[in-house]
């Protein structure tokens, strides 16, 4: 079988420069294309597959870029509003050959917790997430806690929960975080850390922790190339690697 044709977008960047790594030491892929901010993507270099690693004001145009061109594409870029994913969705439905995968978090152990969380949502009464990230993040909160909160939240719905205890009322300053479908999310930005999260989950005398720990990036390179091989076999939309994985509910 022929390898992959492989681009990379953000190549620059401290993920991009990661993936391409991976790609030009993979067997059964090649790297064709690196592209940063200011390059013209064009043809892609030939690319069959390309790896979008960019900031969320650039992400979604280059993704329409290469879904016009019949291109799969595998996104890491955080950040997407859900009216550009309704964009993507209807751009897609004119090319419905071609594959794209978002997934907030490539580390298995991220894709896990997120789970996780969500199996033990119905069984608490409280629930706040604390995400802790590198001071080069452009974006708070995460991609990965935006997506772990709009989990619970629709666990906690399903199980006729009501909203988060809070007895706050003075907040001027929001101490108490910011609220992403009513979940309480809190963002520490601190030099040394990578990629960071923990679910705490409070009943009555008791707390459950769910953490996980990217030390590296490398920990998202293993997810990345799944998703480069698995993406031509999902046409359509896909959020979250967990669909490449086996793991759907
Ligand atoms: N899904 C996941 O597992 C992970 C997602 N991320 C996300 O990936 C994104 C990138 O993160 P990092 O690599 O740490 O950031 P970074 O700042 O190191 O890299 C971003 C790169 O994108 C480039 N760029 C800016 N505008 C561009 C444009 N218009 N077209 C092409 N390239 C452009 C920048 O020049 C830079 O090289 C962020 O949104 C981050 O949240 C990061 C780590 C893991
Ligand atoms: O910017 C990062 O570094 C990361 N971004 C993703 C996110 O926003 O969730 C994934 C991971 O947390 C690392």
Same mark, same amino acid.
């Given at each position: 079988m022929s390898n992959i044709k492989v681009a990379v977008i953000g190549a620059a960047g401290r993920m991009g420069g990661q993936v391409c790594r991976v790609v030009t030491d993979a067997p059964d892929l090649e790297l064709v294309g690196r592209y940063d901010q200011g390059d013209d993507l064009g043809d892609l270099g030939g690319a069959t597959a390309v790896v979008e690693f960019s900031v969320p004001s650039a992400s979604p145009a280059n993704v329409a870029h290469c879904v016009e061109r019949g291109v799969h594409v595998v996104v890491g870029t955080t950040g997407w509003a859900e009216t550009t994913l309704a964009t993507l969705r209807d751009q897609l439905e004119q090319q419905p050959s071609v594959g794209v995968l978002i997934a907030p978090n490539f580390a298995i152990g991220a894709i896990l917790m997120m789970r996780f969380a969500q199996q033990a949502a119905r069984f608490y009464e409280s629930v706040e997430v604390i995400e802790l990230h590198h001071p080069n993040k452009v974006d708070a909160p995460s991609g990965t806690a935006a997506r772990t909160a709009s989990l619970i939240a629709a666990a906690r719905a399903d199980a006729g929960l009501g909203d988060v205890p @809070?007895?706050?009322?003075? !907040?001027? @300053?929001?101490?108490?975080?910011?609220?992403? @479908?009513?979940?309480?999310?809190?963002?520490?930005? %601190? /030099?040394?850390? &990578?990629?960071?999260? $923990? &679910?705490? %989950?409070?009943? $009555?005398? $008791?707390?459950?922790?769910? /953490?996980? !720990?990217?030390? @590296?990036?490398?920990?998202?390179?293993?997810? &990345?190339l799944a998703g480069v091989r698995g993406v031509a076999a999902h046409p359509g939309l896909t959020v979250g690697l967990e669909h490449y994985l086996g793991l759907d509910a």
């Open positions: @809070d007895a706050t009322t003075q !907040d001027p @300053d929001g101490a108490r975080g910011a609220r992403v @479908d009513g979940i309480p999310v809190h963002s520490i930005r %601190l /030099r040394g850390l &990578v990629a960071h999260q $923990e &679910v705490l %989950l409070g009943g $009555e005398g $008791e707390m459950l922790t769910l /953490r996980h !720990d990217s030390f @590296d990036r490398t920990s998202f390179m293993p997810g &990345v």
